[in-house]
């Protein structure tokens, strides 16, 4: 049986930390591209076994940091097959790291912004929340940048630093929460009656809480009005559907009792005079005689 020649895996190539051959060029490779497919083959498991364990916030930062993690590690354990010092190679790193961080401190504050993000999770994947003016859902914590979809459907990307630096209102980070109306009704109205009929729609409704409990009150006298103001708290996922259908029910129902919401309305007072001052007639200056006189003498010239 005839073997195949492999002295050509023998050919080196001189370097500073000795010859590098092709066999261990081959070998680099081989252990670096299995390393990868393999990292990759254990994320998808470790995902799938974590799925109903560990929410995929946190979940998802500590498989990316395990995977790229494993491959710097394998990746500088193996440098030698091709001729290079890890020491040497860190300590270049090193100083590389620091001019380029000179260079880009808005990317190094994001990524340092992220890691936080991570750690504190004042977000997670998938809360409606406001950052920085924009609202929408949460989509990706990443380490550069956070991903938000906007009630609208856009997708927009804001950097970790703004993230971490600015105040952010999480809407859903409290189970409960509370919505207010304002109810004007009008001053021949029974208000007692008006807060009664809606305290019994808040009664009927099953997602109104009763701890934090509603309260319904006369809140101000206006100028054409009398203000009702309704605070009901509500689980938040039940929030907006609760606050929409709650308003117009007590608006239908207010009118089927005979209570209006009234318009802005103004009273003038026009004051009419009943006697006019009689009209007199001016007599004629002296003046004014003397000023026609040379033409009423000029025109007899010229008739006569």
Known sequence: MILPDTNFLDLGLPTSNGTVTLGSLLKFVVILSFWMIFSRILTIYLRRSLKDRVSKDVGEPILKLLYYGSLIVVFISILPLIGIDPSGLLLAGGVAGIVIGFASQNIVGNLVSGCFLMFERPIKIGDQVEINGIAGYVTD??????????????????????VFTTNITNIVGHPVRRFEYTIRIRYSDDASAAIWLIKDLIDKEPFALLSPSPSVFVNDLGDSWVNITVR?????????????????????????????????????????????????????????????????????????
């Open 141 to 162: 914590i990443r380490i550069i940048s956070t991903l938000m979809r906007t009630y609208d459907g856009l997708l927009v990307r804001i950097p970790n630093q703004q």
């Open 232 to 304: 009901i708290w509500a689980p938040v996922s039940e929030w907006f559907g609760l606050k929409t259908r709650l308003l117009w029910n007590i608006k239908k129902t207010l009118e089927e009792n005979g209570i209006e919401i009234p318009y802005p309305q103004r009273v003038l007072h026009i004051k009419s005079e009943t006697e006019k001052k009689p009209q007199v007639a001016e007599e004629p200056k002296e003046n004014e005689f003397e000023k026609n006189e040379p033409v009423l003498n000029f025109e007899e010239r010229v008739l006569n």
